[in-house]
């Protein structure tokens, strides 16, 4: 087995509005703020730039033969079953045509660890606990 570098790209849905996509921009920050030289980079399914494709192909580019995708999305709905695998399988054939070999893994959504899902819980109980008008 060879050795080669590895990125991770961070996949989220993607929109037009520039508020919906400013979260995600400060989160690849503080991400970036723990990581000790690790390339971690943020992509967009569709509606909004840098394109998963875009950003594969340019880390490709780069040297790395190892691509982790870490989807941040709540659950794996249509698009991370269907359209992302089918974009990652189009994706491959295209970098073996260019002489780019490549290995791209899709990990399961991030909304299922086990941490988010705990953290959601914990935010509810206490809206809830604090909200004067919800009866016990």
Avoid: C
């Avoid at 989220?12 to 509005?17: F, K, L, M, P, V």
């Avoid at 079953?81 to 490549?102: F, N, S, Y």
């Amino acid at each position: 087995m060879t050795d080669s570098k590895t990125a991770t790209l961070l996949l989220a849905h993607g929109s037009s509005d520039a508020n919906w996509l400013a979260p995600f921009s400060d989160l690849l920050a503080n991400i970036r703020k723990g990581l000790d030289g690790e390339r971690v980079e943020l992509s967009y399914m569709e509606l909004a730039e840098p394109s998963m494709e875009g950003q594969i192909i340019k880390l490709a580019e780069e040297g790395f033969g190892h691509i982790d995708i870490m989807p941040l999305f709540f659950a794996a709905g249509r698009h991370l079953r269907k359209d992302v695998p089918g974009q990652i399988e189009a994706l491959q054939t295209t970098l073996t045509e260019r002489g780019l070999e490549v290995t791209i893994e899709l990990h399961p959504p991030v909304g299922l660890e086990p941490e988010v899902t705990d953290a959601l819980r914990n935010i509810v109980i206490r809206q809830v606990n604090s909200d004067p008008g919800v009866s016990a």
